[in-house]
């Protein structure tokens, strides 16, 4: 349909059509997409503006933005996509959405979710850098948030190869999804993780902060919905580490924490997830002078994800119960802690956090379990539950020297 629109008088060189076919194979792929699985708004946010596009680790390089301008334009004319171009005023980005006739194309030639994969050219090793930025008028923090490119070394070529070979590993699994008739429609084919580290301000290129994986299609899914998965036709059982990061923590300090619930703290045994939330954000402060509780989670913020119901303190502690009150109330019961507090201790954790996980996954793997990541546990059928906590245990105790409890969650 484009070569009769284009009406070239002069072949394009080697290198330009193969750029010109993938640059059209790949709008053509998520207008397809969008078709089976369409987004919310209905459109796809595209980038058009001149700058480094195609140049970068991140970026697919057959898309220079004068060779996409170009493929937009055509697809446009042969009733391929709508456009929408960017609207700087109202806050709105450049997009595209299939026509009807480009739906109905789709559906006679029956695509279906099966048929999609990603470009396995695709960065599995994300850095970004968070910018934090005081008002000095209103003296609220801002943060600004930006991929980095990095030069490889042997530790990303190992990072990366671990999560290749554990990509690999889940696309051919078989692992499925029983319709439950809510949104948003499920595609159990979206299993490509991806693993993202962080670095802040100054800070030079590192690879021991945060790490954990994302992208796959059950972990931003509500946990009611998790029941739908099917792993080679068996329902599975969702496995947690307990109390792992305040565990992390006392391991950090070469300690060993209380019997019990640790986050079991007098004046508050109904507020267990307020504890929680609380004692993780005193790990991941980097002073001890908060004065006031954020308003969402610095997990979620600092990685980029974004915070849920769970993450957000609103609800969780009573009222007047302030930052001073709560931390005095945890020291009662864990005043070894205090030491671990306010030196931005939490990123570190997630890392061990996620190469317990890592480990975890792969030793499934080498016994052909499918096992499906979800930052501080695991998705397992039912049958391999045992064997999966076993291998937490024994895992966690090979990367951090502590045996860590864990449990299938009811």
């Known amino acids: ?98 026509t009807s006739r480009f739906a109905d194309m789709i559906v006679e030639a029956n695509i279906a979710l099966p048929h999609f994969a990603r470009d396995p050219s695709q960065e599995l090793l994300l850095l970004t850098r968070v910018i934090r930025n005081q008002s000095p008028i209103t003296h609220k923090w801002t943060k600004t948030r930006k991929l980095e490119d990095y030069i490889d070394t042997l530790d990303t070529l190992s990072y990366r190869a671990a999560v290749r070979e554990l990509n690999a590993f889940l696309d051919s699994a078989d692992i499925s999804f029983i319709d439950d008739g809510l949104e948003p429609a499920v595609d159990p084919y979206g299993r490509t993780l991806t693993r993202r580290f962080t670095i802040f301000d100054a800070q030079e290129h590192r690879f021991d902060q945060v790490g954990r994986l994302f992208g796959g299609f059950w972990m931003s899914m509500k946990r009611e919905r998790r029941k739908q998965i099917r792993i080679d036709g068996e329902a599975v059982a969702e496995l947690d580490y307990s109390t792992m990061f305040t565990r992390l923590a006392y391991a950090d300090l070469w300690l060993q924490p209380p019997e019990g619930d640790l986050y079991a703290v007098p004046g508050l045994e109904a507020h267990r997830s307020g504890v929680k939330l609380a004692m993780n954000c005193f790990l991941f402060d980097e002073t001890p002078n908060r004065r006031t509780w954020p308003k969402d989670m610095s997990l979620s913020a600092e990685t980029g994800a974004e915070a849920t119901e769970e993450d957000t303190f609103k609800g969780k ?48 793997m080498e016994q052909n379990i499918v096992a499906l990541g979800l930052h501080d546990g695991l998705l397992v059928p039912m049958s391999k539950a045992e064997i999966a906590l076993e291998t937490m245990r024994s895992q966690s105790k090979a990367i951090v020297g502590v045996e860590l409890p864990c449990s299938i969650k009811t």
């Open 317 to 364: 502690l009573p009222d007047r119960w302030t930052v001073n009150k709560t931390k005095k109330a945890i020291l009662t019961v864990h005043p070894a802690l205090e030491r671990a507090w306010g030196r931005g201790l939490g990123y570190r954790l997630m890392w061990q956090e996620s190469e317990i996980l890592l480990a975890v996954l792969r030793e499934l």
């Open 1 to 98: 349909m484009i070569q009769n629109r284009e009406q070239r008088e002069r072949a394009r060189r080697p290198d330009d059509r193969k750029n010109h076919l993938r640059v059209i194979e790949g709008v053509v792929c998520n207008l397809a997409y969008a078709v089976i699985s369409p987004p919310l708004t209905g459109w796809l946010a595209i980038n058009t503006r001149n700058g480094e596009r195609g140049k970068g680790r991140y970026d697919n390089r057959a898309f220079g933005t004068t060779t996409y301008r170009k493929v937009l334009t055509l697809l446009e004319a042969t009733g391929v996509l709508q456009r929408q171009i960017s609207d700087a005023i109202r806050g709105e980005v450049s997009s595209i959405k299939p």
